[in-house]
């Protein structure tokens, strides 16, 4: 109970703090811009002025659609890869020596180099545009799924086997909800990266926020290319924050995540 | 007959006959990068159904490693564990375990982790947990996550846990060495109390030599490295107990026999090195 109340009286501390640092950050930036420091950088009251423009038109709601289809589809299909190989890499070691070590080859690779391989290979745009995205989420998901299933506590799994639990008890009594923080963060940092990479994506895409932006740059459009940038942000906030907040509602017990 | 015959194995199973424990000259070596480290040395035990026995010694004298042999968690590198004439090969609800930090599990409630026994199995008595967590004094706890119960409470729970099961052996690894020195009495007698009244097998680890004298039938005191059984005293003290028998003479006397083996034991060990 003290630790509710605890609660609100943090959050309330934590949203002024919110505020306060995106206050920061638009000062830094209206500081910028109105001293000429970087040339053309548009200030935030034409970036504000071009996003209320934007907001009405049908080629803004299409390029949301666009964009949020081509982040969902392949993050939930990263999750669906990332979370099994994830588990099964955490609890074999044989399997971890076959897998991992090529999986850890093509992780460093930058979304931009994988763009003109997906031209290649893959039949449609649209499923290049959605393999780098997948490609931004699938590495955090899998890496911290296998830490937490590689740091369960031992004792939680002898708990379950010796009050009769089979093997297949042993994983979903205590493995899987033992890993299950650090899946959690997995999904969040796999969530930003998928926007990040978004962006880099959208380069080929016919449609999406990234597009938006490239062709305000092509036709020299620079508040416009500002607006894009900060609706991308938002939505990125916001999808990493409706998957922190699914994930904090499943997790009530644990006090790490609680804050 | 035929029948009669089945029914009276089914008796003899359901009372205190099952949960004999015997260990036949078991070794374990740890080797960490080659290095052999003797845990356990060579142990032979028995230990009777029904009865109660605590295993005394300092830490690193493998002790807990025992314990996880008798559990099946671990395999001893020779020698082997039965447990009713059967080989031990792995860990089995009959063998419950209480844990020297709580297992509860963090993500379930305290009802949750009290049936979780009985639901693995398919066995969910409805209304079983709450019945068990009020004979262990914390009823109405049944909705709460372990870390909202204060240490004595969660040890409370995990022991109903256990109990849920129905285990022939509870296998306990210093579960009251965490607890304060009031709360750690209190958890003492109510284990006498409930081992009391359904006698199971109890094999208890500890280094605490009061502790180990006040609850057992039999004191098995152990050296280290390596882990050997130096002797194993009978405990004469007539039952049911409660706190104020550690004050008479004779436990008095024990808790000397038992304190003048260890200190030799460490003075041997501090002379030889």
Known sequence: ?259 | MTGQQHETTEETGSTAQQGSVLLDEVTKVYDPDGEHVVAVDDVDLRIDAGEFITVLGPSGCGKSTLMNCIAGFLEPTSGHVYVDGDRVEGPSERRGVVFQANRLLPWKTIEENVNLGPKMRGELVEGRASELLAEMGIEGTEDQYPTELSGGMQQRAEIARLLANDPDIMLMDEPFSALDALTKEIMQEMLLEIWEKDNRTVVFITHDVSEAIFLADRVVVMSAAPGEVKADIEVDIPRPRNLDVTTTDRFKELEREVLELIHSEAREAMGGA
């Not at chain 1, 949020?68 to 070691?93: D, E, K, N």
């Not at chain 1, 380069?203 to 305000?216: E, K, N, Q, S, Y």
Request: with cysteine; hydrophobic share 55%; charged share 10%.
């Open chain 1, 1 to 259: 109970m003290s630790a509710v109340s605890g609660f609100n009286r943090l959050s309330v501390l934590e949203h002024a703090n919110v505020v306060v640092s995106i206050l920061g950050l638009v000062f830094v930036w209206w500081l910028l811009a109105v001293n000429g420091a970087i040339n053309s950088l548009p200030g935030p009251l034409p970036a504000v002025n071009a996003m209320v423009s934007m907001l009405p038109t049908g080629e803004f709601h299409s390029s949301v659609i666009a964009s949020l289809r081509h982040v969902f589809v392949p993050y939930l299909a990263a999750t669906a890869l990332a979370v099994p190989l994830g588990v099964a890499i955490g609890l074999s070691l044989t399997f971890r020596d076959l897998v991992f070590p090529s999986l850890e080859m093509l992780r460093p690779v930058p979304p931009i180099a994988w763009i003109p391989i997906a031209i290649l290979v893959l039949p449609t745009t649209l499923a290049s545009i959605m393999f780098i995205t997948f490609m931004g989420a699938f590495f955090p998901i899998l890496l911290n799924t296998i830490r937490g299933v590689e740091r369960v506590e031992p004792d939680y799994v002898k708990a379950v086997q010796c009050l009769g639990g089979t093997r297949r008890d042993v994983l979903r009594q205590a493995i899987l909800p033992a890993a299950l923080p650090s899946i959690h963060t997995g999904l969040v940092i796999g969530m930003g990266l998928a926007w990040v990479n978004l962006v880099a994506a959208e380069m080929i895409a016919d449609a999406g926020l990234g597009r938006l932006i490239w062709v305000a740059y092509t036709t020299g459009n620079y508040a416009n290319i500002v607006a894009g940038v900060i609706f991308v942000g938002l939505l990125g906030y916001a999808s990493s924050t409706l998957v922190r907040w699914i994930g904090q509602r499943r997790m009530s017990w644990n006090v790490e995540t609680a804050s």
